[in-house]
């Protein structure tokens, strides 16, 4: 079993910056793929980032590249996601999820809330 715990979340002017946290109760070396997702009120959940073992990185959508980043710490168990130039859209749930042995793990999530 795997642990998740996000952190970080909270309410921000559009324009403005927040960065996430997500501490595992594993070694994050045994962890090939970690990703953030979000969902948005009254919509689906929705991949934002992966990012492998290695630190290789992927943006699922367009409006967040290059306003997001993802990154993840293997020695410190941690993934974060620096989230700048937020817009109101931006607005959901994030969760942390890991794929361990063909298994999804998730956090409870952190609300983050964009205000125009």
Do not use: H
Not at 25 to 47: C, D, F, H, V
């Amino acid at each position: 079993q795997v642990q998740l715990v996000e952190s970080g979340g909270g309410l921000v002017q559009a324009g403005g910056s927040l960065r996430l946290s997500c501490a595992a109760s594993i070694s994050m070396s045994s962890i090939n793929t970690m990703a953030w997702y979000r969902q948005a009120p009254g919509k689906q959940r929705e991949l934002v980032a992966t990012i492998s073992r290695g630190g290789s990185t992927n943006y699922a959508d367009d409006s967040v590249k290059g306003r997001f980043t993802i990154s993840r710490d293997n020695a410190k168990n941690t993934m974060e996601l620096q989230m700048n130039s937020l817009k109101p859209e931006d607005t959901a749930v994030y969760y942390c999820n890991a794929l361990w042995y063909n298994s999804d793990f998730w956090g409870q999530g952190t609300q983050v809330t964009v205000s125009s």
